[in-house]
């Protein structure tokens, strides 16, 4: 079992116990987490270590109460150091994965819960499923999640050095947003920034856009000049340690229209309003009742409608999702995105989104950078 890394063992000893408690309750006999670039989250969670390169690399950790070993890392990742970066019994260099993975299991299994289940290889799937025709396979990522939720101290304090190191990614694109500057130039001093300030990568491939292209929320650079007068908006993330960070601020070229203000300016009031509510024991709910702009709401097959944030942690979207209608209460702990965005086509719009921290006396903002940056 390797210790190494910026948790001390008792951590992942902490999770792993209440793995195998959440799955005793479930009646799950083994649980396999599954790890890819588009997928990341669960395996960093229970060893962690996950792969970095992401395009061929993957891993998968099988947690088997009773057997030994009972905590195995899977991984191609041979050439990434995953023993000496893994909290496991057992780290193993494969292709093969169904076999081995098959190996792993009892003959007398019969509940498999798949963390990371939409994303799962449909071979080893198959492998899994032949070898054990009687058993009963199942998605069982919300029951890792779940546990997720509420962080340790040790998890926090890993989430705000990923802040800060975000927040170098956003100052970058304030300080580079001016007349004349290219859209991929300030792309490239983001990236650049949140390496030098110590990210061990990138979340997603920041967006930084300008323009019209503002007003639909979304967008990657391009061989754009910055036009004074006009909205620029940067979204980026830094990963650090397992978690994952995220960020967006918008600002204009000069001073802004009236119009383009008060898209703004309405923006940054949703916001100070969600901060305001969030304080451990409110209603999830009510951090999204602020929707007297809700025609003008961002949009998107992948989300609830109303949505306005999530949790964020070792995977990048975390519970729970904030939207009016989501189920259950805030808890000291937790640490969630605060994320209202407007648009409004042929005017303008805007994002602004960061991370707080969840305690019993309101929301602490892990983010330094100012909300009002126009």
Request: proline share 7%; with cysteine; charged share 20%.
């Amino acid at each position: 079992m390797n210790t190494s890394g910026i948790f001390p063992p008792e951590e992942f000893l902490r999770r792993a116990q209440q793995v195998e408690f959440a799955m005793e309750r479930a009646g799950i006999d083994a649980l396999i987490a599954y790890s890819v670039k588009n997928q990341p989250g669960p395996v960093a969670y229970l060893s962690g270590y996950e792969p970095c390169l992401g395009l061929h690399d993957v891993a998968f950790f099988g947690v088997v109460p009773g057997r030994r070993p009972s905590r195995t890392l899977l991984t191609n990742a041979f050439w990434d150091r995953p023993q000496e970066r893994a909290w496991a019994d057992e780290v193993l260099i494969t292709g093969d994965f169904g076999a081995k993975l098959i190996g792993l299991l009892p003959g007398s299994v019969r509940r498999i819960g798949i963390a990371g289940y939409r994303f799962f290889p449909a071979p080893v799937y198959a492998a899994l499923r032949s070898a054990f025709p009687e058993a009963r396979i199942e998605d069982a990522t919300g029951l890792l999640m779940e546990i997720a939720r509420v962080k340790s101290p040790e998890e926090i304090e890993v989430i705000r050095r990923c802040a800060t190191i975000t927040d170098a990614g956003g100052r970058a694109f304030l300080e580079g947003v001016r007349e004349g500057a290219g859209e991929r130039e300030i792309q490239a001093g983001v990236e650049r920034s949140m390496m030098l300030a110590g990210a061990d990568g990138l979340v997603y491939f920041p967006q930084v856009y300008s323009g019209p292209q503002v007003a639909f929320g979304i967008g990657f650079s391009e061989d754009r000049i910055l036009v004074r007068g006009e909205q620029a908006q940067v979204d980026c993330g830094a990963h650090y340690g397992g978690y994952r960070g995220d960020l967006s601020r918008v600002t204009t070229v000069g001073p802004p229209s009236s119009e383009v203000r008060a898209i703004m300016e309405t923006t940054a009031g949703m916001y100070e309003a969600m901060l305001h509510t969030v304080r451990a024991g409110v209603p999830i709910a009510d951090v999204a009742r602020e929707n007297v702009m809700e025609p003008y709401l961002y949009g998107s097959p992948s989300h609830t409608p109303g949505f306005v944030g999530h949790g964020i942690g070792c995977w990048y979207h975390e519970l729970p999702e904030i939207h009016p209608g989501e189920k259950g209460v805030l808890q000291a702990g937790m640490v969630i995105v605060l994320e209202p965005i407007l648009v409004r086509p042929g005017f303008g719009g805007a994002k602004i989104e960061d991370a707080v921290l969840v305690t019993d006396q309101g929301a602490e903002r892990l983010s330094g950078l100012e909300i009002r940056t126009w």
